[in-house]
């Protein structure tokens, strides 16, 4: 099936710093979607992708959709405690209901 | 919009017990329910998908009379652990979405599950 690597896997990180970090595919996504785990909880989406080359915000984050539509990037500016967690990117595995997700990049923000 | 709930978020039983987890979509019709189980420091590992009204369908490896998937309103999913043993504890989480096709999933808050 389909695989999605994400990097880097861990980020140790002070605080204010901007953060970067990629999802690749050796197969095309139509979509690519930027998910947030807190410990203990559930993802919680932060943005979705439909658009090669297309380039979305949500405050402090951006995601860009790779124009060659095997790879994804999410950045974070000026990094605040509360963005700690774990970072997955997913996409829809064959173009249907099921995603398939990245291992997740697991970010940890030194005061 | 697009709230998931799920219950209980942390269950201890005793081995050869069962437990029922629910998954309720609030605030939208969910005709499509996922769930997931999810190791420490892992990724998520779906279990099983479940259309409502008709019977879930289970990925490779897990089995479907262990792990029982209902999902008989278009706001509710439950997942029965049946006979759960200690290597049954894991982190569950289910995720609903609308329509037909592909949608975005939105998932509950997870089931931390105890088995001692």
């Given at each position: 099936?389909?695989?999605?690597?994400?990097?880097?896997?861990?980020?140790?990180?002070?605080?204010?710093?901007?953060?970067?970090?990629?999802?690749?595919?050796?197969s095309?996504?139509?979509?690519?979607?930027?998910?947030?785990?807190?410990?203990?909880?559930?993802?919680?989406?932060?943005?979705?992708?439909?658009?090669?080359?297309?380039?979305?915000?949500?405050?402090?984050?951006?995601?860009?959709?790779?124009?060659?539509?095997?790879?994804?990037?999410?950045?974070?500016?000026?990094?605040?405690?509360?963005?700690?967690?774990?970072?997955?990117?997913?996409?829809?595995?064959?173009?249907?209901?099921?995603?398939?997700?990245?291992?997740?990049?697991?970010?940890?923000?030194?005061? | 919009?697009?709230?998931?709930?799920?219950?209980?978020?942390w269950?201890?039983?005793?081995?050869?017990?069962?437990?029922?987890?629910?998954?309720?979509?609030?605030?939208?019709?969910?005709?499509t329910?996922?769930?997931?189980?999810?190791?420490?420091?892992?990724?998520?590992?779906?279990?099983?998908?479940?259309?409502e009204?008709?019977?879930?369908?289970?990925?490779?490896?897990?089995?479907?009379?262990?792990?029982?998937?209902?999902?008989?309103?278009?706001?509710?999913?439950?997942?029965?652990?049946?006979?759960?043993?200690?290597?049954?504890?894991?982190?569950?989480?289910?995720?609903?979405?609308?329509?037909?096709?592909?949608?975005?999933?939105?998932?509950?808050?997870?089931?931390?599950?105890?088995?001692?």
């Amino acid at each position: 099936g389909q695989q999605l690597n994400q990097s880097p896997q861990s980020m140790f990180i002070q605080e204010g710093e901007d953060v970067s970090m990629n999802c690749t595919s050796s197969s095309i996504f139509n979509t690519w979607l930027w998910y947030k785990q807190d410990p203990g909880e559930g993802p919680v989406l932060l943005i979705a992708l439909y658009k090669a080359g297309e380039l979305t915000s949500n405050g402090r984050l951006t995601a860009q959709f790779g124009i060659t539509r095997k790879d994804s990037f999410l950045n974070i500016s000026a990094s605040i405690p509360s963005d700690v967690g774990i970072y997955f990117c997913a996409g829809p595995e064959g173009g249907a209901q099921k995603l398939v997700f990245g291992q997740g990049t697991r970010l940890t923000i030194n005061p | 919009g697009a709230v998931v709930s799920q219950h209980p978020s942390w269950v201890i039983c005793k081995s050869g017990t069962s437990v029922k987890i629910e998954c309720r979509s609030l605030d939208f019709q969910a005709t499509t329910m996922f769930w997931y189980r999810q190791f420490p420091k892992q990724s998520l590992m779906l279990m099983a998908t479940s259309n409502e009204g008709s019977k879930a369908t289970y990925e490779q490896g897990v089995e479907k009379d262990k792990f029982l998937i209902n999902h008989a309103s278009l706001t509710l999913s439950t997942l029965t652990v049946t006979s759960a043993h200690p290597e049954d504890s894991s982190f569950y989480i289910c995720s609903a979405t609308q329509g037909w096709g592909f949608g975005i999933q939105y998932f509950g808050a997870g089931t931390r599950l105890s088995v001692l």
